[in-house]
């Protein structure tokens, strides 16, 4: 493959959350979260019984973390505040929760990583919960009291705020598919998930611009939302089902959030698709203009995989509800056989045109792209060194298709990469390791480099891709 370079200013940086690093969950007055509740529920959903109890110690060894990633010569960084430290059961800060937060901003400057800090990651109190999560209103409002409470207090020190990660998993995956706690399979119910998380968003957003407005937030700050975007495609000659099929699910996943923090509005066509089907959601007078607030800076996106969609073989799933589309199982899909994923840096370049030609000036980075891996002990080198080739070429890839769409004119500003330490991966707890430096859970958590590091250092620092 040919060498090619990436803008002088372009960013390289890591991509965490607070659930998946921390640990400490019980500790410093934090309350419990869905992740710790389910944990306690039922252990053995989680790989090898390992529960949200220790994510990687990063709340002990956050000082080396932040070292390693300055001398692999990242210049940012992502976590995620949990809302579950950093406030109490009555909406007040939990002063413990907060001096780690501050203590984390304050090393990060001091190792010279610029801290991007999401609001929420999948993070859900439990306590919010049973008052109905993200299907009830007054939980939307407690998530923008709690996003304006951590803008009043760290707003002079964080120059990069999210309010969400992956709207779009949320309701799929707790409330669609199945695989996370309450593991419910309805669709409409997740519809209702994902429309007040859109409404959480403009809230923040609005909390966001306020405090800006009167100096509580510095202002030279800004505010974005973190997506899974999907891009949809479907077979060679496509029927007009199919296409259909592309409308929908791209709608949901892609389109929802894009014209959301661009125009402030979601797409008509889904909504009122969805209407037809039954699903309604809970829309209230004055709702427009909340959403008018939800329009943001610059947009991060998390690219893993494509989806391949084709015209469903019923409009009805098994449990009664509406289906917009099957899966298309493209037969030259190149997989990750560990997560099931397939690897398709095309996606990024598609994206990043996407943007360009539809959503114009709208700023954006690759908040998280990432390869997690099975059974990587087995690849240790003679140094006892991870050798992980495959973790290079898939970089590699998905920066080129990157460098590609910067070329053609998508303003994508810097690439964050997934688990850049390994980090605990919800129920799938530690199986797939995504790091460029490996966890050692028989020896402490200790870190360790892993071959590809020494690549990714050469990148980051030269901004030269060979
Ligand atoms: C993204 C999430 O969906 O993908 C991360 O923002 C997650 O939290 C990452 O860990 C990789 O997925 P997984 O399920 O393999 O951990």
Same mark, same amino acid.
């Given at each position: 493959?040919?060498? #090619?370079? /990436?803008?002088?200013?372009?960013?390289? %940086?890591?991509?965490?959350?607070?659930?998946?690093?921390?640990?400490?969950?019980?500790?410093?007055?934090?309350?419990?979260?869905?992740?710790?509740? @389910?944990?306690?529920?039922?252990?053995?959903?989680?790989?090898?019984?390992?529960?949200?109890?220790?994510?990687?110690?990063?709340?002990?060894?956050?000082?080396?973390?932040?070292?390693?990633?300055?001398?692999? *010569?990242?210049?940012?960084?992502?976590? +995620?505040?949990?809302? +579950?430290? /950093?406030?109490?059961?009555? %909406?007040?800060?939990?002063?413990?929760?907060?001096?780690?937060?501050?203590? &984390?901003?304050?090393?990060?400057?001091?190792? *010279?990583?610029?801290?991007?800090?999401?609001?929420?990651?999948?993070?859900?109190?439990?306590?919010?919960? !049973?008052?109905?999560? @993200?299907?009830?209103?007054?939980?939307?409002?407690?998530?923008?009291?709690?996003?304006?409470?951590?803008?009043?207090?760290?707003?002079?020190?964080? $120059?990069?705020?999210?309010?969400?990660?992956?709207?779009?998993?949320?309701?799929?995956?707790?409330?669609?598919?199945?695989? @996370?706690?309450?593991?419910?399979?309805?669709?409409?119910?997740?519809?209702?998930?994902?429309?007040?998380?859109?409404?959480?968003?403009?809230?923040?957003?609005?909390?966001?611009?306020?405090?800006?407005? =009167?100096?509580?937030? !510095?202002? =030279?700050?800004?505010?974005?939302?973190?997506?899974?975007?999907?891009?949809?495609?479907?077979?060679?000659?496509?029927?007009?089902?199919?296409?259909?099929?592309?409308?929908?699910?791209?709608?949901?996943?892609?389109?929802?959030? &894009? =014209?959301?923090?661009?125009?402030?509005?979601?797409?008509?066509?889904?909504?009122?698709?969805?209407?037809?089907?039954?699903?309604?959601?809970?829309?209230?007078?004055?709702?427009?203009?909340?959403? $008018?607030?939800?329009?943001?800076?610059?947009?991060?996106?998390?690219?893993?995989?494509?989806?391949?969609?084709?015209?469903?073989?019923?409009?009805? =799933?098994?449990?009664?509800?509406?289906? #917009?589309?099957?899966?298309?199982?493209?037969?030259?899909?190149?997989?990750?056989?560990?997560? *099931?994923?397939?690897?398709?840096?095309?996606?990024?370049?598609?994206?990043?045109?996407?943007?360009?030609?539809?959503?114009? *000036?709208?700023?954006?980075?690759?908040?998280?792209?990432?390869?997690?891996?099975?059974?990587?002990?087995?690849?240790?080198?003679?140094?006892?060194?991870?050798?992980?080739?495959?973790?290079?070429?898939?970089?590699?890839?998905?920066?080129?298709?990157?460098?590609?769409?910067?070329?053609?004119?998508?303003?994508?500003?810097?690439?964050?990469?997934?688990?850049?330490?390994?980090?605990? +991966?919800?129920?799938?707890?530690?199986?797939?390791?995504?790091?460029?430096?490996?966890?050692?859970?028989?020896?402490?958590?200790?870190?360790?480099?892993?071959? +590809?590091?020494?690549?990714?250092?050469?990148?980051?620092?030269?901004?030269?891709?060979?």
């Amino acid at each position: 493959m040919e060498q #090619f370079t /990436l803008p002088d200013d372009f960013f390289f %940086g890591a991509a965490m959350s607070g659930p998946q690093t921390e640990g400490e969950w019980n500790t410093g007055g934090k309350l419990e979260n869905l992740w710790d509740t @389910w944990s306690q529920e039922n252990l053995s959903d989680f790989y090898n019984r390992v529960g949200s109890y220790a994510g990687n110690a990063f709340m002990a060894k956050y000082q080396e973390d932040l070292r390693i990633m300055a001398d692999l *010569g990242l210049t940012t960084y992502r976590t +995620s505040i949990q809302w +579950s430290r /950093l406030l109490d059961e009555d %909406g007040n800060i939990n002063p413990e929760g907060a001096a780690w937060y501050h203590e &984390l901003f304050r090393a990060s400057r001091e190792a *010279g990583l610029e801290c991007f800090v999401n609001l929420y990651h999948f993070d859900m109190p439990t306590f919010l919960f !049973r008052r109905g999560g @993200w299907e009830s209103r007054e939980v939307v409002e407690a998530y923008a009291a709690y996003a304006a409470k951590a803008f009043a207090e760290f707003g002079q020190e964080v $120059k990069h705020w999210f309010t969400f990660n992956e709207p779009t998993v949320e309701p799929e995956q707790r409330f669609q598919a199945g695989v @996370w706690y309450p593991k419910l399979h309805d669709f409409g119910r997740a519809r209702v998930v994902q429309y007040h998380i859109s409404v959480a968003h403009a809230l923040a957003t609005a909390n966001f611009r306020a405090a800006q407005a =009167d100096g509580t937030v !510095r202002a =030279d700050a800004k505010i974005g939302l973190i997506n899974a975007f999907t891009p949809t495609y479907t077979r060679e000659n496509p029927t007009p089902e199919d296409l259909e099929a592309v409308r929908m699910m791209g709608g949901i996943n892609n389109r929802w959030w &894009l =014209d959301l923090i661009t125009k402030g509005e979601l797409p008509v066509d889904v909504l009122d698709t969805l209407a037809e089907n039954g699903v309604h959601l809970p829309i209230r007078p004055g709702d427009a203009e909340i959403l $008018k607030q939800g329009v943001v800076d610059w947009l991060g996106c998390n690219y893993y995989h494509p989806t391949r969609v084709q015209a469903p073989a019923s409009k009805v =799933d098994e449990y009664g509800l509406p289906r #917009f589309a099957d899966e298309y199982v493209w037969p030259d899909a190149v997989m990750n056989e560990s997560r *099931g994923w397939e690897i398709y840096p095309e996606g990024l370049y598609d994206f990043g045109i996407d943007v360009r030609d539809n959503y114009p *000036g709208l700023e954006w980075f690759v908040s998280e792209s990432g390869m997690g891996v099975m059974d990587e002990h087995l690849h240790r080198g003679d140094d006892y060194r991870i050798e992980d080739p495959y973790r290079v070429d898939f970089v590699r890839g998905h920066l080129e298709a990157l460098a590609r769409a910067i070329e053609a004119g998508s303003p994508c500003k810097g690439y964050h990469y997934w688990g850049l330490i390994d980090n605990w +991966s919800w129920s799938n707890a530690f199986k797939n390791r995504y790091g460029f430096v490996e966890v050692d859970l028989m020896d402490g958590y200790k870190r360790r480099l892993k071959r +590809s590091a020494d690549w990714l250092r050469e990148v980051a620092t030269t901004h030269v891709v060979k």
